[in-house]
């Protein structure tokens, strides 16, 4: 059982939007979560040809939220060592994130800056306006489905070395998102009116006078990659007999092939992007390369 809550203060001129930047309200939320599981490795075959182990790792988890309602989440993976050189594995699950208390339970947040106006043409199109940013307490959990395949090789004819590499693909239905203030601006101008409950006009200037972002389970993601690890620890005596110590050598590395995120509106691939202060960020190559060296009462380490 565990029972989560926020209690939040605000100055007074911000409760009363006096600022340009930054009015920040009180917060007072939270939920409260029961949840059970089981977990299971089953061993099937060991000291076969060709199967050094075969085993199966199950588990479930039932949990009861204040907030979303009851969710189930589950596992199911295999894990087959054909010799002590090669072990395969694999896994499938699906997972669930319940909304946190600030997407539940955010005061009205409202900020102003520049809107693109689709009913006025340049350069009158761009001007200042507020929007409000705030939690929603309908929300339901995200629903993830993750599966990975992966290989792990340690060589008996070199001690110390170990390679391994692993392909992961999850999909994501219900992301909490919200929608950017222009383009709900736009597809209110489009015709949508599920849009337009969003924006407030100054009815003597038409203009844009605030804009409503409340957060949505709207987004669906799907993300695929490779992840690898190469790692060798060596005795230097090994290269000379009176080199003391040992020396270790790694390399940990990821590859995106694919980030894929769905607003309902705009469907894009940020694989490769990045930016400074853009939370999708999505190199499409991660790698460390520490290499240390341990003995004799000294370590350094270089990455």
Do not use: H
Request: charged fraction near 20%; include cysteine; glycine fraction near 8%.
């Amino acid at each position: 059982y565990r029972d989560d809550r926020q209690e939040g203060a605000s100055d007074p001129i911000s409760q009363m939007n006096g600022f340009n930047l930054g009015n920040i309200r009180p917060i007072s939320g939270g939920f409260s979560v029961k949840e059970g599981y089981v977990e299971a490795v089953i061993p099937l075959l060991k000291d076969l040809p060709w199967t050094q182990s075969l085993e199966v790792q199950t588990a479930a988890r039932f949990a009861d939220y204040s907030t979303v309602g009851s969710v189930w989440t589950w596992k199911v993976g295999a894990s087959w060592a054909i010799t002590s050189d090669i072990r395969l594995r694999a896994g499938r699950s699906r997972d669930i994130r319940a909304p946190n208390i600030d997407e539940l339970f955010a005061s009205p947040f409202t900020q102003t800056n520049n809107v693109s106006d689709p009913a006025f043409a340049p350069p009158n199109n761009n001007y200042l306006a507020q929007y409000l940013t705030a939690g929603n307490p309908n929300l339901k959990e995200e629903v993830a489905d993750t599966l990975t395949v992966g290989a792990v090789l340690s060589p008996r004819f070199l001690p110390g070395f170990s390679l391994s590499a692993d392909y992961w693909d999850i999909s994501m239905e219900g992301a909490v998102a919200t929608l950017d203030r222009n383009i709900v601006i736009a597809r209110c101008w489009d015709g949508n009116a599920d849009y337009c409950s969003f924006v407030q006009r100054d009815p003597a200037t038409g203009r844009v006078q605030r804009v409503t972002l409340t957060q949505l389970n709207l987004a669906e993601l799907r993300t695929r990659g490779i992840d690898f690890e190469a790692a060798y620890r060596i005795p230097l005596a090994n290269i000379a007999e009176s080199l003391p110590g040992r020396l270790s050598l790694a390399f940990l590395g990821s590859y995106l092939i694919e980030k894929t995120i769905d607003d309902t509106l705009t469907r894009i691939d940020r694989a490769g992007e990045i930016g400074r202060n853009n939370t999708n960020n999505g190199p499409r190559f991660r790698a460390t390369g520490p290499i240390g060296y341990d003995g004799n009462g000294f370590s350094l380490m270089v990455q």
